[in-house]
């Protein structure tokens, strides 16, 4: 049986950037993935995913913002390929609302360059808006969107650069701790054996994870890319040259989220909603996407974009893998410290890559991290409420 260093379990967003960091630190690396890298089953596909520091969800993970960006750089820069875009961001709401609210408190508390503008000037900066007239938005020069597929492929080049060996298309079946304080894995085509162990499974937690009974939702979601009327608005206001990226909840009107034209006025305007998802199991989840889910979508976007009036030009399906407070699960596994884990990242977790695998890294090489991750506690209440909320966590 092949024996090493770490074994990592999911070699898609965050398993692949582990891999890297664990590569780069000398550590001999095994990772394990079902499918092959760049590939659309999961949650790291789709073209582009927002980055942004401003962040609503909660202003402790600002910090871990600011490591992802130095991240995102030096992968762009190990890798060679074009990975992350500022464009800048905008985050619209009501003024009660926690689009609005949320963004403007972490900037605030940590300093970020940014704009408060009203609807007025929304409209007037960004003509393919037209919000409710009591809108209000943060805007945020740094922010922008990242490469889903990109970055998945260009993790795994690296870290096969840096030594790491990487299987694709081989499932894994099962994993066990040893009584040695190691951990044994099994899949389709063998048995492997190391010192410690990284699951990153993304939507099929709840297979690897089962143990922990963790209470994840998947969920299957949908992104749609329209056409918008070029007559009343032309091309070049919609692009990423003159476009931001884009959230907005105005009176509980159901919170959207997209992005610019990225690829051209053929490739259509893409956005979606943040929270509509349907419970789905990741090995059956339904791809199609129908008529009545684009018309819903579009009626919805166009409260904010009037000449969004065009037809569909694509849609896909995305899993999301949801916690009861939307928070993420990063830490070691309460029952072996040799094992460390990360998921439940609901929809919001990609712009974290690069600071994730660091923290992967270091959980499975010293059992510990500087980063701040107690908000992530896998044995928090919400996610284990019998048991009562643990110890804080330094941070």
């Given at each position: 049986m092949d024996a090493y260093d770490v074994i990592v379990l999911g070699v898609g967003s965050m398993g692949g950037a582990a891999c890297n960091a664990l590569a780069e630190r000398g550590a001999s690396v095994l990772g394990l993935e079902t499918y092959q890298p760049g590939h659309d089953q999961g949650s790291a596909h789709g073209g582009s995913r927002i980055v942004r520091q401003s962040y609503f969800e909660d202003p402790a993970y600002v910090p871990l913002l600011r490591s992802a960006y130095d991240g995102w750089r030096r992968l762009e820069e190990e890798s060679g390929r074009d990975l992350l875009t500022l464009c800048g961001g905008i985050y619209v709401g009501d003024p009660a609302s926690v689009t609005f609210t949320g963004s403007r408190d972490a900037a605030v508390?940590?300093?970020?360059?940014?704009?408060?503008?009203?609807?007025?000037?929304?409209?007037?900066?960004?003509?393919?808006?037209?919000?409710?007239?009591?809108?209000?938005?943060?805007?945020?020069?740094?922010?922008?969107?990242?490469?889903?597929?990109?970055?998945?492929?260009?993790?795994?080049?690296?870290?096969?650069?840096?030594?790491?060996?990487?299987?694709?298309?081989?499932?894994?079946?099962?994993?066990?701790?040893?009584?040695?304080?190691?951990?044994?894995?099994?899949?389709?085509?063998?048995?492997?054996?190391?010192?410690?162990?990284?699951?990153?499974?993304?939507?099929?937690?709840?297979?690897?994870?089962?143990?922990?009974?963790?209470?994840?939702?998947?969920?299957?979601?949908?992104?749609?890319?329209?056409?918008?009327?070029?007559?009343?608005?032309?091309?070049?206001?919609?692009?990423?040259?003159?476009?931001?990226?884009?959230?907005?909840?105005?009176?509980?009107?159901?919170?959207?989220?997209?992005?610019?034209?990225?690829?051209?006025?053929?490739?259509?305007f893409k956005l979606g909603?943040?929270?509509?998802?349907?419970?789905?199991?990741?090995?059956?989840?339904?791809?199609?996407?129908?008529?009545?889910?684009?018309?819903?979508?579009?009626?919805?976007?166009?409260q904010l974009f009037p000449h969004l009036s065009g037809p569909?030009?694509?849609?896909?399906?995305?899993?999301?893998?949801?916690?009861?407070?939307?928070?993420?699960?990063?830490?070691?596994?309460?029952?072996?410290e040799q094992v460390a884990i990360a998921c439940g990242f609901s929809g919001h977790g990609f712009k974290f890559v690069p600071v994730v695998g660091e923290i992967l890294a270091d959980l499975a090489t010293t059992g510990s991290t500087t980063h701040p991750i107690g908000l992530f506690d896998p044995t928090r209440g919400v996610l284990h409420p019998e048991r009562g909320e643990p110890e804080p966590l330094p941070s």
């Open positions: 508390q940590h300093g970020l360059d940014h704009e408060i503008l009203d609807a007025a000037q929304i409209r007037a900066r960004f003509p393919t808006m037209d919000p409710a007239d009591d809108a209000m938005a943060v805007y945020e020069a740094n922010a922008g969107y990242v490469r889903p597929e990109e970055t998945t492929i260009a993790n795994a080049e690296v870290a096969v650069r840096k030594g790491a060996a990487l299987r694709f298309g081989e499932r894994v079946l099962r994993w066990s701790a040893t009584p040695d304080g190691g951990v044994e894995v099994e899949t389709g085509q063998g048995r492997y054996g190391a010192d410690r162990l990284v699951i990153a499974p993304g939507a099929w937690a709840p297979q690897l994870l089962a143990d922990l009974a963790l209470p994840l939702s998947i969920e299957r979601m949908v992104f749609h890319w329209f056409t918008p009327d070029f007559a009343a608005v032309p091309y070049e206001r919609w692009s990423e040259e003159e476009h931001p990226v884009y959230i907005e909840e105005t009176h509980g009107n159901q919170q959207i989220y997209g992005f610019p034209m990225t690829d051209g006025p053929e490739r259509g909603f943040f929270r509509l998802g349907t419970p789905t199991d990741p090995d059956d989840v339904d791809r199609v996407v129908r008529d009545e889910e684009s018309t819903v979508m579009q009626e919805r976007a166009r569909v030009v694509q849609a896909k399906t995305c899993l999301y893998s949801v916690t009861p407070d939307e928070h993420f699960v990063i830490g070691a596994h309460p029952a072996y």
